[in-house]
T-cell receptor
Framework: KQEVTQIPAALSVPEGENLVLNCSFT??????LQWFRQDPGKGLTSLLL?????REQTSGRLNASLDKSSGRSTLYIAASQPGDSATYLC????????????FGRGTSLIVHP | ETGVTQTPRHLVMGMTNKKSLKCEQH?????MYWYKQSAKKPLELMFV???????ENNSVPSRFSPECPNSSHLFLHLHTLQPEDSALYLC???????????????FGDGTRLSIL
């Protein structure tokens, strides 16, 4: 059974720092991996999606990498801002007929001014 | 405004009550989803509907009964729930079936459910 772990569970940093959030998964047979953002009391917003054949994806100050063989992904946030404060979730989807994703529990990020 | 509206935002009910959660989207999407987010477990996909037909049931107990009368509306009927069912229930929609994330999902803000 696929398990997804996100480390750290919580992170508090001053504005301007470059951050790395980690996501690991136990079964390397994945179709893709997706990073989401969730603001308090809100639903999820998709940030980046990496197909299993890709190594990284970039969007603005965000860069996500994928090392499928080692079961790891990182989300890099450059020059963090208070508006980046949120919970960041990663999810992997399996190959084959079912596409039920497995989510991690998230990293709660606070960027203080 | 996310385009996906969930009502009510908060719900407190006893274990013997019957209630329903409602989700509505005005984005013209064809696929809709129910997720459960509890304090003790990661986010879980519960049900998937595509063109009003259920395509996925992720081993959800029968005390949760989904209904999709049309592509714009999705309900989750609740009956005889347990305390461990207390959670945030999120609805999402996408233009076409999510198919492992290739179609972006739009999420509502959820219904916070508390079971007494």
């Amino acid at each position: 059974k696929q398990e997804v772990t996100q480390i750290p569970a919580a992170l508090s940093v001053p504005e301007g720092e470059n951050l790395v959030l980690n996501c690991s998964f136990t079964d390397s047979a994945i179709y893709n991996l997706q990073w989401f953002r969730q603001d308090p009391g809100k639903g999820l917003t998709s940030l980046l999606l990496i197909q299993s054949s890709q190594r990284e994806q970039t969007s603005g100050r965000l860069n996500a990498s994928l090392d499928k063989s080692s079961g790891r992904s990182t989300l890099y946030i450059a020059a963090s801002q208070p508006g980046d404060s949120a919970t960041y979730l990663c999810a992997v989807t399996p190959p084959g007929g079912s596409y039920i994703p497995t989510f991690g529990r998230g990293t709660s990020l606070i960027v203080h001014p | 405004e996310t385009g996906v509206t969930q009502t009510p935002r908060h719900l407190v009910m006893g274990m013997t009550n019957k209630k329903s959660l409602k989700c509505e989207q005005h984005l013209g999407h064809n696929a809709m989803y129910w997720y459960k987010q509890s304090a003790k477990k990661p986010l879980e996909l519960m049900f998937v509907y595509n063109f009003k037909e259920q395509t996925e049931n992720n081993s959800v107990p029968s005390r949760f009964s989904p209904e999709c009368p049309n592509s714009s509306h999705l309900f989750l009927h609740l009956h005889t729930l347990q305390p461990e069912d207390s959670a945030l229930y999120l609805c999402a929609s996408s233009q076409e079936l999510w198919d492992r994330g290739n179609q972006p999902q739009h999420f509502g803000d959820g219904t916070r459910l508390s079971i007494l």
